[in-house]
C-alpha cells in the first residue's frame, strides 16, 4: 500500500519535520520516497543526511508524488495551492492538508476536483505517537481510508466531521504545548521539593505517561482514578484543592476556548509573509 507511493511533504518546518522523522522511523518507506519542501533550503539538511530528497521546487515534487502533504501556515496555503495546481492530477494525487481554518472547499476551489483530506496530527509524530484528527467529504472516502492507513502508521487516528477540524487543532496539536508546560510546572514544584531537575522531569514525565495510560486502557473517567490516589483527609486531596482553588481546571479550560476562539479570528489567509 502506501509504502509504493512517495510522499511530498510541501513546507518542512516544525510539522513538515515531525511527519518526515515520523515516517522514516516507521521503516516503511525507503528515505527517498521522501521529498521535503521549503523555501530556505539550508534548514532542511538534517533530512538530506539521512537522504531524504529536499528541495525548494514545489511543483517538481508534487510531479513525483501520490501524497502531497501541505504543512505550511495558513496566510502561505493559498500561495502554495496557486504555485501548484496546474500539475495536480485528480487521478493520481490526494491532497493532504494540515493547515488550521483551511477548509476543503477552499481548496478544491482553486486545485479543482482533486480528493483532499484534512489532518490534524501533533508533533509526537516525530516518535510514533501522534494523535491525529482527519475529516474529508463524502465523495474522499476512499483517499481518507488511504491517508489514514498512513497516519496509522504516526499514532493514533481518528475520522471526525470537518466543522471539528479546528477545535481538534486546539485539542491534540495545541494540547502537546498544554500538556508540555503543565509537565515543566510539575517539574519546577519537583525541585522546590528536593529533586534536581533531571531526576524531577524524569519522574514528572513518567508519572504522565502513565496517568494517560491509565485512562486510555480501560476508557474511564479520570476521576475513576483520581479517587483512588485521594485517601480522604489526605496529603493529595489537599494539594489538589489548594490548585483548584487557585484555578487550575478554570486555567486550563478558558485557554482552550481562547485558543478557539483564535483560530477564527486568524489574519486573512492571502499574500502576507
Ligand atoms: N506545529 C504543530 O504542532 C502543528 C500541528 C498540527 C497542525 N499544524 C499546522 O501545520 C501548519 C504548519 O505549522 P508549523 O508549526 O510546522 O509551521 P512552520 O514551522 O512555520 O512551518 C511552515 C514551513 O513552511 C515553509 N514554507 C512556507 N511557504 C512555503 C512554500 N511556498 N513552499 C514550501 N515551503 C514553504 C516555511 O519555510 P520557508 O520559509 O523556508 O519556506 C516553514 O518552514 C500550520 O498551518 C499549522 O496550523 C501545526
Known amino acids: ?138 465523495d474522499d472516502q476512499g483517499a481518507l481510508t488511504e491517508v489514514k492507513e498512513l497516519f496509522d502508521l504516526l499514532g493514533k487516528t481518528l475520522v471526525i466531521g470537518e466543522e471539528l477540524m479546528e477545535a481538534s487543532t486546539v485539542l491534540g496539536a495545541c494540547g502537546i504545548a498544554f500538556a508540555l508546560r503543565f509537565l515543566r510546572a510539575m517539574t519546577q514544584g519537583g525541585i522546590e521539593i528536593g529533586f534536581p531537575s533531571e531526576t524531577a522531569q524524569f519522574i514528572a514525565a513518567q508519572t504522565l505517561r502513565g496517568a494517560a495510560g491509565l485512562v486510555l486502557k480501560e476508557g474511564q473517567h479520570p476521576e475513576k482514578e483520581i479517587d483512588k490516589v485521594t485517601t480522604p483527609m489526605g496529603i493529595t486531596i489537599s494539594g489538589l484543592n489548594e490548585m483548584e482553588h487557585n484555578g487550575f481546571s478554570s486555567a486550563l479550560i478558558k485557554g482552550i476556548l481562547t485558543s478557539f476562539h483564535k483560530i477564527e479570528n486568524l489574519p486573512p489567509l492571502a499574500g502576507k509573509e
Open 1 to 138: 500500500m502506501t509504502n509504493h507511493f512517495r510522499i511530498a511533504i510541501l513546507g518542512g518546518g516544525n510539522l513538515g519535520n515531525s511527519l518526515a522523522t515520523g515516517l522514516l522511523a516507521t521503516g516503511h518507506f525507503q528515505a527517498n520516497d521522501l521529498i521535503v519542501t521549503r523555501r530556505k533550503i539550508q534548514f532542511l539538511n538534517h533530512l538530506q543526511q539521512q537522504n531524504v530528497r529536499i528541495t525548494s521546487d514545489n511543483r517538481g515534487a508534487v510531479e513525483e508524488s501520490r501524497f502531497v502533504l501541505m504543512t505550511v501556515k495558513p496566510h502561505q496555503m493559498e500561495s502554495l495551492l496557486q504555485e501548484i495546481q496546474s500539475v495536480i492530477i485528480p487521478e493520481k494525487h490526494i491532497l493532504v492538508s494540515s493547515v488550521t481554518g483551511f477548509p476543503i472547499r477552499r481548496i478544491r476551489s482553486i486545485c479543482g476536483n482533486v480528493p483532499v483530506v484534512r489532518i490534524m496530527p501533533n508533533t509526537a509524530a516525530a516518535i510514533g505517537e501522534s494523535m491525529t484528527c482527519l475529516a474529508a467529504q463524502e
